[in-house]
Nanobody, 115 residues
Framework: QVQLVESGGGLVQPGGSLRLSCAASGSIFRINTMGWYRQAPGKQRELVAAVTSGGSTNYADSVKGRFTISRDNAKNTVYLQMNTLKPEDTGVYYC?????????WGQGTQVTVSS
């Protein structure tokens, strides 16, 4: 059984920074993609950023230049450094692990950007 545990959400002022972490445990195939999705109230869940086990990254246009995704394969952990946060970044951020055709999700962590 795969488990994803997220941490690092919270309340931050516009222009501030937060760092999210997600640690995966269990039986994990070494070739996989880890990423972050977010869901704002009344909106669909959307991809924020993802990184493959080989290090290739993908970002939503809205976060390019402000967010950086990284991972530590030895620890099965993915990070999301979020800088220059905007109110529209507010939402529940979910960690995702894709292994072949399987999707695993974390419980979500709230990020609120407000003055």
């Amino acid at each position: 059984q795969v488990q994803l545990v997220e941490s690092g959400g919270g309340l931050v002022q516009p222009g501030g920074s937060l760092r999210l972490s997600c640690a995966a445990s269990g039986s994990i195939f070494r070739i996989n993609t880890m990423g972050w999705y977010r869901q704002a109230p009344g909106k669909q869940r959307e991809l924020v950023a993802a990184v493959t086990s080989g290090g290739s990254t993908n970002y939503a246009d809205s976060v390019k230049g402000r967010f950086t995704i990284s991972r530590d394969n030895a620890k099965n952990t993915v990070y999301l450094q979020m800088n220059t946060l905007k109110p529209e970044d507010t939402g529940v951020y979910y960690c995702n692990l894709k292994v072949v055709r399987l999707d695993y999700w974390g419980q979500g962590t709230q990020v609120t950007v407000s003055s």
